[in-house]
């Protein structure tokens, strides 16, 4: 469903694409690029460019996988790519295309099983495991001439399923004019072999009709009694009465088929909005705005999806660069038909077979970002760093918006290719500082011309065989043969683009923010950083169209600072990942509309709560209309600076998990975070809460809150549906069963997140002290964390894959288990290292736990027990363990069962947590509180006595859950506590 690539009057030349080869260096299961041929291209082969696709990727398929239809003058090809997925072409000419488009990089797979047979009149038949094709060629189409009424049918309309507007050729008619008007306009137009009048008279008297479209083709007609089509196009070779796909298990496909089903995929960006947009890429969809790159994905509740690639662009072999299709007939037809019912991970399997994998970001780029619309200078920026690490806040990447190369010194509107002196007085030594305090750093980019004022102009000038004595822009009207745009010298001259990605080079940053729309700049970015970043190239820029999953990570756009626009992200997200896009979004929202959203900390809160269990978690406010724009964690009073402080160190400690999930996907297809009914695709109810999600494989189930809390209860409402299976309430503590719909009250702190039972998380230490917090993310931790959330399961496991150092492709592999005697109280852990000479230590974090007795059974090399604590108030164990050679196993034993009916169901851990936060209300509002919350106080202490006698845990669960029902009651019954306070305890003290 993605179609032809022509946006803003884009050409292509070939004046230097063949002199130039550009190379990349890849494996194909990574993805990776590196530009060479002026560049420098390191490693040994270097084998493929901007397409993203590697080595071992070919898009001429297995001659094996090929049928053609046996007429006397072959006019359809059918490729069975796998038993699910077949490309379906078909050409009059019996010219067809072998090579890669922008989407589809990789056709040649492992010949699937299937069978074939002749039908009359030079058919074919195709039959695999999971469908069977037919095809009948189409009669021939007598001739067509406007003379003789252009082929007419009155009282059809063309038909094009979704995509009639996609199909509109560029000029159209501005006024009414006659049927056989629109059908000689067609015949002048070279895109056009479709023509549709509208009947409708504009006058009494006159049979002049008020539209004529002209289209590039159709798949047939339809009724419609006020409107006449005609044309050559009316001809295609797939239609419903040549062309059918019995699929098992799901029905008959033909070409005239509506997928009403289709499960979405996403769009440019969010820029400029508030709320939810529609991902709907059907006709008429957002007037205006075709140009927005709307692309389905793989899967839908119909159990198939096409993709249409009749229009698209192709991929030069010669030369790795972007250009148009051979010349081809209008009616030319080349359709991927996915036919995986509802195995929605089959499909994005088979996805990637042919898309490409996505390959993982940068690991750094997965910590925490710092961006703002803002002039700082080099010195502000190291001083927010330092800030972040006096408050024990994780910060991996800053980024500098305009202010880097405009703050008054450039006569550019946004900015050009020169640091601003102003700010960056010494911008070598400022990168050199960055590195060494471990900070990555990237800037803004707007696609503008190289201005005198450039520092590199007079170089980029002389390269491009200009001369820099006439001071004027390049590319301007004046600078041929490089007078079009930035973006369109992309598309059209390799040479030009060389010189520009050496202007960019002069900055000495490794990769770049791409703030233009463009589909195939940020490819070229990508590519560009990977001769410095080999190991996991960065291109951050708006969606570009199907295919630019090989190219992350996205800029979601400059969206509003409202509850709808935060409400909105988790759902576009999640959608996303049925095109393997990973979005960044302003984490709090980018401008304001004039009002009090950008100043309201509850739903920063929030949106931050989000991002740490989102993609990535970068902040862009821009103050310039609301200066007090706030967006640093410590310049929050209490409790929201506290609040936000445990989401950004959460979001910082789950970097080892999202980093294992990233480069699972790339051999799987299946986004960190993803729909829940991928899992459950015949429930009904998985695709009815869209704002929940999955993460890291299944391991968490996520519903963030969405909406500001009731102002009486300060609670917030959740209302979601918890998908089958045993989970842990990560925030209550308790093991509830799904599926089951909910809908729970959570306080500004609480983050409705459920842990799969049996998950064991792998995480970064915990950001405390005086630990080091900058530039964390790019680091393997020396201690690697383990959350256990056992949730009464006896056994579970999990994984973290690991680079190797910072060139090299292959990765290290350690897994983790435990198991959990039948009494539930011993767990033996285990570790396994796919490198067993590397020490390591780790830290087992065993939730809803009991304190240890002993630690006992070590086996491996150079094991030992490193420490134990018991955390009283969240019920966690940890356990301290390390190993000479990563691989270890232990005993250990807890002094009561972690298995006990009570551990399981108490809902201790944040209850007690809740009664702590109302104890201190009740403090602030009573001159001697402790005269009606004695048995609050109680509760609360509850973890202090667990500590000093850990073999009381039953016991004394059983009193918290007795006396919190007690302690709410008193406080509510109290006459000298306030009303408004009341209300608060009654809600959150149940």
């Not at 922008?102 to 039959?127: C, D, K, M, S, Y």
């Not at 391991?699 to 409402?717: M, S």
Request: net charge negative; with cysteine.
């Amino acid at each position: 469903l993605d179609r032809g690539r022509r946006r803003e009057g884009q050409t292509h030349a070939s004046d230097s694409r063949a002199h130039i080869p550009w190379l990349i260096t890849t494996m194909w299961g990574r993805s990776l690029l590196v530009v060479v041929g002026v560049l420098a291209c390191s490693a040994a082969v270097c084998v493929a460019g901007p397409s993203g696709a590697g080595p071992g990727a070919d898009p001429t398929a297995n001659a094996a996988a090929v049928v053609v239809a046996p007429s006397t003058k072959p006019t359809a090809r059918f490729t069975v790519l796998t038993p699910r997925l077949v490309r379906m072409e078909y050409s009059p000419t019996g010219h067809f295309e072998d090579r890669a488009t922008l989407a589809f990089v990789n056709r040649r797979l492992p010949v699937p099983q299937f069978t074939q047979a002749t039908l009359p009149h030079g058919g074919v038949e195709i039959t695999t495991s999971a469908l069977k094709l037919s095809f009948t060629p189409p009669a021939p189409a007598p001739p067509v001439s406007c003379a003789s009424g252009g082929g007419a049918q009155k009282g059809f309309d063309a038909y094009c399923r979704e995509l009639c507007h996609d199909r509109h050729s560029a000029k159209q008619p501005s006024g009414p004019v006659s049927a056989a008007t629109c059908c000689e306009m067609c015949d002048a137009a070279p895109d056009c072999s479709v023509w549709v009048h509208d009947e409708h008279a504009t006058t009494a008297n006159s049979s002049a009709g008020v539209n004529c479209w002209l289209l590039r083709s159709a798949d047939g007609v339809q009724p419609s009694s006020d409107r006449q089509v005609g044309g050559m196009g009316l001809h295609p070779g797939f239609t419903n009465a040549t062309l059918r796909v019995v699929i098992d298990g799901v029905g008959t496909w033909t070409p005239a088929t509506v997928d009403d089903g289709n499960l979405l995929g996403t769009l440019r960006s969010l820029d400029g909005r508030t709320g939810p947009v529609p991902l709907n890429c059907s006709a008429g969809y957002l007037t205006g705005e075709s140009g927005l790159d709307c692309s389905w994905g793989p899967l839908s509740r119909s159990g198939w999806a096409i993709f249409d690639e009749s229009l698209t662009d192709v991929i030069d072999p010669a030369t790795e660069w972007i250009t148009p299709r051979a010349s081809a007939p209008s009616s030319v037809q080349d359709i991927y038909l996915f036919a995986h019912g509802h195995d929605y991970r089959a499909a994005m399997a088979d996805f990637i077979k042919i898309a490409g994998p996505a390959p993982a970001p940068a690991r750094f780029s997965l910590g925490v970002w710092w961006s703002r619309y803002w002039a700082y200078t080099a010195e502000e920026l190291f001083e927010l760093a330092d800030e972040y690490q006096r408050h024990a806040l994780p910060i991996d990447v800053l980024v500098s918006d305009m202010a880097w190369h405009y703050h008054g010194e450039s006569p550019v509107e946004w900015g050009g290719y020169s640091w601003g002196r102003s700010l960056f007085p010494e911008p070598a030594q400022f990168l050199k500082d960055l590195e060494t305090a471990g900070l990555n750093m990237t800037l803004n980019l707007h696609l503008n011309p190289v201005h005198t004022c450039d520092d590199p102009y007079d170089s980029f000038a002389k390269a491009l065989g200009l001369d820099p004595s006439k001071g004027v822009p390049i590319p301007s009207p004046t600078t041929a043969p490089y007078n079009t745009s930035v973006a369109q010298l992309f598309l059209t001259s390799q040479k030009f683009t060389e010189e520009y990605l050496k202007v960019l080079d002069y900055m000495g940053t490794s990769w770049w923010w791409l703030d233009d729309n463009s589909y195939w700049v940020p490819r070229v970015l990508y590519a560009h950083s990977a001769t410095k970043m080999p190991k996991s190239p960065m291109a951050f820029s708006r969606w570009g169209g199907l295919g630019s999953h090989r190219f992350p990570i996205g800029f979601s756009g400059d969206t509003y600072t409202a509850w709808s626009s935060l409400a909105y992200q988790p759902l576009f997200t999640a959608t996303a990942a049925n095109v393997l896009f990973p979005w960044s979004h302003d984490i709090g929202g980018h401008r304001t509309h004039n009002d009090f959203a950008g100043e309201d900390p509850e739903l920063y809160v929030r949106w931050v709560q989000w991002g740490a269990h989102s993609p990535f978690l970068r902040t862009h406010p821009q103050p310039a209309s609301t200066p007090q724009l706030e967006r640093r964690e410590w310049a929050f009073a209490l409790p929201y600076s506290k609040y936000l402080g445990l989401a950004f160190r959460r979001r910082g400690r789950l970097v080892p998990a999202l980093y294992t999930a990233y480069k699972t996907t790339e051999t799987t297809g299946i986004a960190p975070l993803y729909p829940l009914y991928y899992d459950w695709p015949t429930l009904d109810m998985a695709y009815a809460f869209k704002d929940t999600y999955m993460l890291f494989n299944g391991t968490f189930f996520v519903a963030p809150v969405l909406a500001a809390a009731d102002n009486a209860t300060q609670l917030a409402a959740r209302e979601f549906w918890l998908p089958p299976g045993t989970w842990v309430d990560t925030v209550q503590g308790h093991v509830v069963t799904g599926p089951a719909t909910m809908v729970q009250n959570y306080t500004l702190y609480e983050v409705p997140v459920f842990a799969r039972a049996g998950a064991m998380v792998p995480l970064a230490p915990p950001f405390t002290g005086s630990a080091p917090t900058q530039g964390t993310a790019r680091l393997i931790p020396s201690t690697l964390s383990w959350e256990v959330w056992h949730g009464g399961a006896l056994s579970g496991s999990g994984y973290v894959l690991e680079d190797t150092d910072d060139t090299d492709a292959s990765l290290r592999r350690i897994d983790a288990t435990y198991t959990t005697s039948a009494d539930g109280k011993r767990m033996t852990l285990a570790t396994k290292s796919a490198a067993p000479d590397a020490p390591r230590t780790y830290s087992f974090e065993i939730q809803g736990c009991a304190a240890v007795a002993s630690v006992s059974g070590l086996v491996g090399k150079g094991v030992r027990l490193v420490s134990t604590s018991f955390d009283g108030r969240r019920l966690q164990s940890t356990v301290v363990l390390a190993s000479d050679m990563g691989s270890l196993e232990a005993q250990v034993e807890f002094v009561t069962s972690i298995t006990d009916p009570v551990m399981l169901t108490s809902r201790y851990r944040g209850q007690r947590e809740r009664a702590h936060v109302v104890k201190s209300v009740v403090d602030n509002h009573l001159l001697h509180p402790n005269q009606i919350s004695v048995p609050l106080v109680d509760a609360v202490n509850t973890g202090t006595r667990v500590r000093a006698h850990p073999g009381n845990l039953i016991k004394e669960l059983a009193t918290f859950n007795a006396t919190l029902p007690n302690a709410s009651h008193t406080l509510v019954t109290s006459p000298t506590l306030p009303q408004n306070i009341s209300t608060i305890v009654k809600a959150w003290l149940v």
